[in-house]
């Protein structure tokens, strides 16, 4: 028996996924009066050219990691900044169709940027109480959520024992970590472009590894 016991190190269980949530780069500026491009009634913008220069710096981090694959959304923000990883690592990402950005309904391909700006009365609302189906038009709360997990659960069940890169939306970081830890929606609001949160997904077990991670960013 040893006579001496180091702090516990985590490793993740036999069997669970490892996952990199990394929030898409910075995408093209809402002009008012003019909608996005849409995707299924989304909003659909490109990112701009410091989304871009996020997405470089996001791959020169993640390049050396044994990284086994990349999720994207169905939204092309995701797969330009997926873009130079897969590009690095030989991957062709896949898409997953449950973890695409909150619905926003009437307030979806820029309105919701003005709408949060001006400090609109629903918003305000949204925000305080953790629900997004304030907002006319936009999916509830717990809807998000149980689609989110869902679609974490359907990724880290096709990757036992792998590490994956998963590029997603704000709203989905909020609720992925919301889900994994127990705390109250939009706690986790505010995710950075380019950033990257952690989490394990052991089973039906979510463990929150990491949040809002930027320090591969040069801004």
């Known amino acids: 028996m040893s006579e001496k016991a180091r702090q516990h ?25 003019q909608s996005f491009a849409m995707v299924d009634g989304q909003g659909d913008p490109a990112l701009r050219p410091e989304g871009e220069a996020q997405a470089r710096e996001v791959a020169a981090h993640l390049g050396g ?22 590009e690095r690592l030989n991957l062709a990402p896949t898409v997953d ?9 009437d307030w979806d391909g820029g309105e919701y940027r003005f709408r949060a700006a001006e400090n609109d009365p629903a918003f305000l609302r949204a925000r305080a109480e953790g629900e997004w189906g304030h907002i006319p038009g936009a999916e509830t709360t717990a809807q998000l959520q149980t689609r989110v997990r869902r679609g974490l659960m359907r ?13 997603v939306h704000g709203g989905v970081v909020d609720a992925a970590m919301c889900v994994a830890t127990g705390a109250r929606p939009l706690s986790f609001a505010g995710a950075a472009n380019g950033s990257i949160s952690r989490l394990v997904i052991d089973g039906e077990r979510m463990i929150a590894r990491g949040f809002n991670d930027v320090g591969h960013l040069a801004g």
Do not use: N
């Open 97 to 105: 169709p449950d973890l695409h950005e909150v619905h926003l309904g």
């Open 155 to 167: 990724v880290a069940g096709a990757h036992p024992d792998r590490l994956v890169a998963v590029v």
């Open 65 to 86: 990691w044994p990284i086994a694959a990349i999720v994207v959304t169905k939204m092309r923000r995701t797969h330009q900044t997926a873009a130079p990883l897969a």
């Open 9 to 33: 190190r985590f490793s993740p269980p036999p069997g669970a996924c490892d996952m990199l949530l990394i929030r898409h780069g910075e995408t093209q500026a809402a002009v008012r009066g």
